[in-house]
């Protein structure tokens, strides 16, 4: 069993940045891939970045150039570093790792893109 916790989310004006937080506990060693979706209200879930234990990464067309997906394999944590935000950016934001038994959800963060 692999449990996520996500952290930075909160408000931020258009143009501006955030930096999320995934940090995993439990059997880390099963993970094989990791990354972020997230969904707003009324819209369909999407995935925003995507990394795998090889190192290759993968972006939702909506944040390429923008949004940028890292890992640190000594804290088992994966960071999502979001740029030139805009609002249709605004959603909640879910870490997952994938396993041989399949898919960990965290609890989800919010992030609103508003003036």
């Known amino acids: 069993q692999v449990q996520l916790v996500e952290s930075g989310g909160g408000l931020v004006q258009p143009g501006g940045s955030l930096r999320l937080s995934c940090a995993a506990s439990?059997?880390?060693?099963?993970?094989?891939?990791m990354g972020w979706t997230r969904q707003a209200p009324g819209k369909q879930r999407e995935l925003v970045a995507l990394?795998?234990?090889?190192?290759?990464?993968a972006y939702g067309d909506s944040v390429k150039g923008r949004f940028t997906i890292s890992r640190d394999n000594a804290k088992n944590t994966v960071d999502l570093q979001m740029n030139s935000l805009k609002p249709e950016d605004t959603a909640v934001y879910y870490c997952?790792?994938?396993?041989?038994?399949?898919?960990?959800w965290g609890q989800g963060t919010q992030v609103t893109v508003s003036s």
């Open positions: 439990g059997s880390i060693f099963s993970i094989n891939a």
């Open positions: 990394i795998t234990s090889g190192g290759s990464v």
């Open positions: 997952n790792a994938g396993t041989p038994d399949g898919t960990s």
